[in-house]
Nanobody, 129 residues
């Protein structure tokens, strides 16, 4: 059974940092792009960041550029999201997602939820003001 499991969420004060992790099991995603999405209460799920299979390219939502960094450890099938300078508006459930294909992609591909076939159950991030 393929699983993506997120961890690292929690409660942090504004200006603080958290590092989210996502580990895959059941199959390897080392040749696939990975992404992070988030969903705040009452809002639709939105793209946060993505990384190509080789880690050669990374992509970010404008709202997190310069504050969040996505990285991956291909050997261990892990993806990370380092979140710095957190703001109350970053409060959401954060989801890890795995690409549905191992093809090369253009920039517009990564922010689309439909680009991802596997999803984790999410980890809660709460930023207090």
């Amino acid at each position: 059974q393929v699983q993506l499991v997120e961890s690292g969420g929690g409660l942090v004060q504004a200006g603080g940092s958290l590092r989210l992790s996502c580990v895959a099991s059941g199959r390897s995603f080392s040749s696939y792009a990975m992404g992070w999405f988030r969903q705040a209460p009452g809002k639709e799920r939105e793209f946060v960041a993505a990384i190509s299979w080789s880690a050669a390219s990374t992509h970010y939502a404008d709202s997190v550029k310069g504050r969040f960094t996505i990285s991956r450890d291909g050997a261990n099938d892990r993806v990370y999201l380092q979140m710095n300078s957190l703001k109350p508006e970053d409060t959401a459930v954060y989801y890890c997602a795995a690409d549905r294909s191992s093809s090369m992609h253009g920039t517009s591909y990564y922010p689309k939820e439909s680009s991802y076939a596997y999803w984790g159950q999410g980890t809660q991030v709460t930023v207090s003001s």
